[in-house]
């Protein structure tokens, strides 16, 4: 990848394991990318391909035991593995921010809406209880909710409303990168619009760099610049939205566009990936994906293909691809 | 003449709550033809499953007629009902809330079986409980596993064999495949389809998903607080959206595409309440294009192309461009 872009983030070699009963599960493989200055990278992938696992372990809030964490993540060019918890701290909330699927499960049902915004600028920057305060009603009026209607508590907000407020406070103290964990997915589609629409605002006002997490290649092709496909725990393909949208090159990534169905023929019928996702306790030899892919080889079935590049900043873990 | 299964008509679902009266359905009339699917969208809170759940008398309905075949079940009494019910089956969302978690799949399959006394010898009903898992794509491995064991698109195919297993005629499917990844979710629509071709099935398919209800249904009701305000066939309500309902809704899908981008219509606020509601449009409140009438008067549902319904008075005005 190219060396003079600056990088807000960068992850090598990430692995992660939680060791339950006598299993270990290898929830993470081996995940490395960075993401530039200004720059939104897509995670892709089905539930439990380690997506939310790798948002976590940046904000080193994998807990542990029973999760051991291998691997670099650099902040701003720092390590953020050899930092004190009260330094991580001041990074949570304040450099990196997280915005979570459920927006009720992140608020506090018994506090205000604006109290709940402005413990996070009090607990990173120094300022009174009124400063705050003030400061807790225009982010609310930054993400379309009027000043006057923080006094409500969560429950008196619909759920695009609770996710706004949970925006707000995510970006209260302009953190620099922001990770976004299915932000819209527990939303009706025309809230989703709404919701989509105020973060590609406020990611270009603020120019934040921002990791988007979804299962929805729909909302990829509308927020990202680059996107990582991730499954069994590793980057199987990644490149930039062109690369994977128009010159797909993993069989899984292939099979993600064929499961959707297709608005300009709706009698085509879907092609589904047969089978399922590998067990995390149990992975199998070789390409974790070789079991449901229909040109698997038995070289798929013993060794593990790395990402080599396909071309420019595109690349792919397969070894068909190789071969051809 | 068309061979219409179920016709439902002026259908009223009202519930009392603390605040006043909610419309949670309020006088929709649709009808289904044998062998086709009538998907229903919506979002949250528009009273598509509660619908759904009318229609097959799981919820009482306030006023208005179901048709099965010509027979009106909301007028059947309870026992009458539970005969009728074999002809008329349910497949829910959350398919781990929807199973005993103390039965194996097998006896969970078997269970109706049993109730409505149609298998009497046990050796029979276990082999039509194996025949039933062949055909939802279930292994024979799994008729002693419970639930918990399997995941979400297994857990489904057990709920698809518990319902085909009364040999039914019509089944609401509410969000069947919401909760699973799309992969699943591809598997199980096929599933589906295939199921309602080899034995001749009529769907309701209730979802939030605009593009699986467009792959997947000949006609499409949207509907908007406890109303449907457009119903048409699925490719024209796609190519001719025209409530501006309608319009927002099909903009705001995001399209999995780099080409064909489309412009936006967002819009603004949210659903209303349901209680207590003004006599006017629904959507009024919300709409790009509501003048002083729409806030005064309910527009009905009126026909603007063979099988396309839409209730705007809007529509009126643009007809008059068109021609």
Redesign the interface.
Same mark, same amino acid.
């Given at each position: 990848m190219s060396e003079e872009k600056s990088y807000a983030l960068e992850i090598e070699d990430l692995n992660v394991e939680y060791h339950v009963d006598r299993e270990v599960v290898h929830a993470l493989n081996g995940i490395s990318f960075r993401l530039a200055k200004g720059e939104t990278i897509g995670l892709v992938g089905e539930t439990g391909a380690g997506k939310t696992t790798t948002g976590l372990s940046i904000l080193r809030l994998i807990p542990s035991p029973p999760g051991v964490v291998k691997g670099t993540v650099k902040v701003r060019g720092e390590d953020i593995s050899t930092l004190s918890e009260k330094q991580m701290e001041a990074i949570r909330g304040n450099v990196v921010s997280m915005i979570f699927q459920d927006p009720m499960t992140s608020l506090n049902p018994t506090k205000t809406v604006e109290y709940q915004i402005a413990e996070v600028i009090r607990l990173h920057e120094k300022c009174g209880k009124k400063e705050a305060a003030a400061k807790a009603g225009d982010m609310l009026e930054m993400v379309g909710i009027p000043r006057d209607r923080g006094r409500e508590f969560p429950h008196q907000f619909s759920g695009g409303m609770k996710q706004r407020v949970v925006i707000a406070m995510a970006l209260a103290c302009s953190p620099e990168i922001l990770i976004a964990d299915e932000p819209t997915t527990a939303l009706d589609v025309t809230i989703q619009a709404q919701v989509l629409d105020m973060i590609r605002e406020l990611k270009r006002k603020y120019k934040m760099s921002m990791i988007m997490i979804t299962h929805d290649l729909g909302i990829v092709a509308e927020i990202c610049d680059t996107v990582a496909i991730v499954y069994a725990g590793r980057i199987v393909e990644y490149g930039t939205l062109e690369d994977i949208f128009n010159h797909t090159a993993h069989p899984y990534t292939a099979g993600l566009f064929g499961s959707l169905p297709n608005m300009e023929d709706r009698t085509q019928r879907l092609k589904p990936i047969p089978g399922l996702m590998p067990d995390p306790t149990n992975l199998p030899e070789g390409c974790a994906f070789s079991p449901r892919c229909p040109n698997a080889s038995e070289k798929c079935r013993t060794q593990c293909p790395a990402l080599t590049r396909v071309e420019g900043e595109h690349f792919v873990a397969c070894h068909l691809f190789k071969e051809e | 003449m068309a061979d219409v299964l179920l016709e439902v008509k002026h259908v009223k679902k009202y519930f009392h709550t603390p605040k006043g009266l909610l419309h949670a359905v309020d006088d929709v009339s649709f009808s289904i033809e044998r062998g086709k699917t009538l998907g229903v969208v919506g979002?949250?809170g528009c009273g598509k499953s509660t619908t759904g759940r009318v229609v097959l008398r799981l919820l009482e309905p306030t006023e208005g007629s179901i048709l099965m075949e010509g027979q009106n079940i909301a007028g059947l009494s309870e026992s009458q009902m539970r005969s009728k019910r074999r002809e008329m089956q349910m497949i829910f969302q959350d398919p781990l809330a929807s199973l005993d978690p103390r039965k194996t799949v097998g006896q969970i399959i078997e269970e109706p079986l049993r109730i409505h006394n149609i298998i009497s010898g046990t050796k029979e009903r276990q082999n039509r409980v194996l025949e039933l898992m062949e055909t939802v794509g279930l292994a024979r491995r799994y008729y002693s596993t419970y639930p918990h064991e399997l995941?979400g698109?297994r857990r489904q195919r057990i709920g698809i064999a518990r319902a085909l297993s009364m040999n039914p005629k019509f089944i609401v499917c509410d969000e069947p495949v919401s909760a699973l990844?799309?992969? %699943?979710?591809?598997?199980i /629509?096929?599933l589906l389809?295939d199921l309602q071709k080899q034995m001749g099935l009529t769907y309701m398919f209730i979802t939030?998903d605009?593009?699986?209800v467009?792959?997947?249904s000949d006609n499409i009701a949207v509907m908007y607080l406890g109303r449907i305000i457009e119903m048409a066939p699925?490719?024209e309500l796609?190519a001719h959206p025209t409530h501006p309902y309608t319009q927002?809704?099909l903009?705001? %899908?995001?399209?999995?595409? /780099?080409e064909n981008r489309r412009e936006?219509i967002?819009?603004k606020g949210?659903?209303t309440s349901p209680i207590n509601l003004p006599k006017a449009c629904r959507f009024a409140s919300r709409c790009l294009y509501a003048t002083e009438r729409c806030f005064g008067e309910e527009p009905e549902l009126t026909e603007i192309a063979p099988g396309h319904q839409v209730a705007c008075f809007r529509q009126d005005k643009a007809d008059a461009k068109t021609v």
């Open positions: - | 979002e949250s995941d698109g990844d799309v992969s %699943i979710q591809a598997q /629509l096929n389809e939030h605009l593009s699986v467009h792959h997947f699925s490719d796609f927002a809704l903009s705001a %899908i995001p399209v999995p595409s /780099l936006r967002i819009l949210e659903i």
